[in-house]
């Protein structure tokens, strides 16, 4: 099991504004550096913090227009885990309510997307949501 | 800031190779199906997309994608993909894309798959 002492933590808070996810891609592909993460693994972090900050940017409909975002190098003496949390002041949303993506029932829709969680869940070790009238938080980690 | 894709076309017998560069998001998926649709125009029903030039992808530029698939399912054409990084390999697998368009790790087995 990680240890739970904060090695190394930066927060960010971005803009919505189009590819200010990139901006986020790139934190955490630094902290992954740090932890000396496997190239891919570092890959798959940067993919699921995208789809995290295009899900707030898109759906959140916050007054504030940011996502508030904080990553960790969690471990005892060494890194041992990254726990990204990725926050938003939104709407909320009710996690059980959304429907998983399927690939047949999505060729035969005319909406196609709705995949960000999915992907999320694909890619990340462990991922938690919180979400209520006063905004959602993602946190989702990955072991180096 | 706007990440920009950058979209080439070499057509050859009966197959047309789309090469992308950069950052597949919204913009980028509507860059890639222009081209797409525009070769199936001009009667290609082969198409492979290489993505060596491609990093990261988002799952808004991956929807975009999926219609391509929806229409080279309708013409009965065939949609192939090489030389993706092991993690767009991976949420390609995980959204189901594996299904209904072939992946190739690179370029060679890639033409020659689809023109078998």
């Known amino acids: 099991m990680a ?6 933590e930066v927060t ?27 190239p891919d693994r570092i890959d798959e972090v940067r993919m699921a913090v995208v789809e995290a900050c295009i899900n707030a940017f898109e759906h959140s409909h916050s ?12 471990g005892d003496k060494e890194p041992e885990s990254l726990r990204i949390t990725v926050r938003d002041t939104g709407v909320g949303f009710l996690p059980a309510e959304i429907e998983e993506p ?3 029932a999505k060729l035969k829709a005319e909406r196609k997307r709705g995949w960000g969680l999915k992907i999320i869940r694909g890619l990340m070790d462990d991922v938690e949501i919180r979400s209520g009238s006063d905004g ?6 990955k072991s180096r | 800031m706007t990440e920009s894709l950058n979209v080439t076309v070499d057509r ?30 001009e009667g290609y029903k082969v198409l492979l997309l290489n993505l060596a030039g491609t990093k990261i992808v988002n799952s808004i530029g991956i929807s975009i994608l999926i219609e391509i698939i929806e229409k080279m399912i309708e013409i009965e054409g065939q949609l192939g993909f090489c030389c993706l990084t092991p993690t767009i390999e ?3 697998h995980i959204m189901g894309l594996a299904q209904y368009a072939r992946i190739f790790p690179d370029e060679q087995s890639a033409v020659a798959g689809l023109r078998a």
Not at chain 2, 31 to 40: G, H, N, P, S, T
């Open chain 1, 12 to 38: 960010l808070t971005l803009s919505m504004v189009p590819d200010m996810e990139i901006a986020a891609s790139k934190t955490a592909t630094a902290m992954a550096e740090f932890m000396k993460m496997s």
């Open chain 1, 63 to 74: 007054p504030d227009h940011k996502v508030y975002m904080t990553f960790e190098v969690l």
């Open chain 1, 102 to 104: 399927n690939i047949e």
């Open chain 1, 3 to 8: 240890g739970n002492a904060i090695l190394r």
């Open chain 2, 12 to 41: 050859r017998d009966g197959l047309a190779v789309v090469y992308t560069e950069g950052y597949i998001n919204n913009q980028g998926g509507e860059d890639i199906a222009r081209v797409a649709y525009k070769l199936l125009d």
């Open chain 1, 136 to 141: 959602t938080t993602v946190v989702m980690s």
């Open chain 2, 90 to 92: 991976k949420t390609f």
